[in-house]
Nanobody, 127 residues
Framework: VQLQASGGGLVQPGGSLRLSCASSGRTFSTYGVGWFHQTAGKEREFVGSISRPGDITHYADSVKGQFTISRDNAKNTVSLQMNRLKPEDTANYYC?????????????????????WGQGTQVTVSS
């Protein structure tokens, strides 16, 4: 499956952005999807994830209540709604997917468990 992340940009603190992850695969609904972010010199970190049917979401503690993940399997897309953005949210954001069948709760936050990655989309929060 090929993933395409988009929607990044420059936003002022307190603003919002909506990132999208589009898949070219017909079986996107069979993949759990995660969002990760990375800044220069740091490890890529878990932001949030959504299960295949979209009924389970997980978030990093730092973004709970601030970010929301949703998916539309009919359109092969997953979205990351980011509200009340802060300068520390500045990073390159990546979406990732994997179709493994073991329980989502066992692997959703580990980047090593995702076999498919999109290119990053840069989010910059600055006044």
């Amino acid at each position: 499956v090929q993933l395409q992340a988009s929607g990044g940009g420059l936003v002022q603190p307190g603003g919002s952005l909506r990132l999208s992850c589009a898949s070219s695969g017909r079986t996107f609904s069979t993949y759990g999807v995660g969002w990760f972010h990375q800044t220069a010199g740091k490890e890529r970190e878990f932001v949030g994830s959504i299960s295949r049917p979209g009924d389970i979401t997980h978030y990093a503690d730092s973004v709970k209540g601030q970010f929301t993940i949703s998916r539309d399997n009919a359109k092969n897309t997953v979205s990351l709604q980011m509200n009340r953005l802060k300068p520390e949210d500045t990073a390159n954001y990546y979406c990732a997917a994997d179709g493994k069948t073991k329980s989502f709760s066992e692997w959703y936050r580990f980047k090593s468990e995702y076999n498919y990655w999109g290119q990053g989309t840069q989010v910059t929060v600055s006044s």
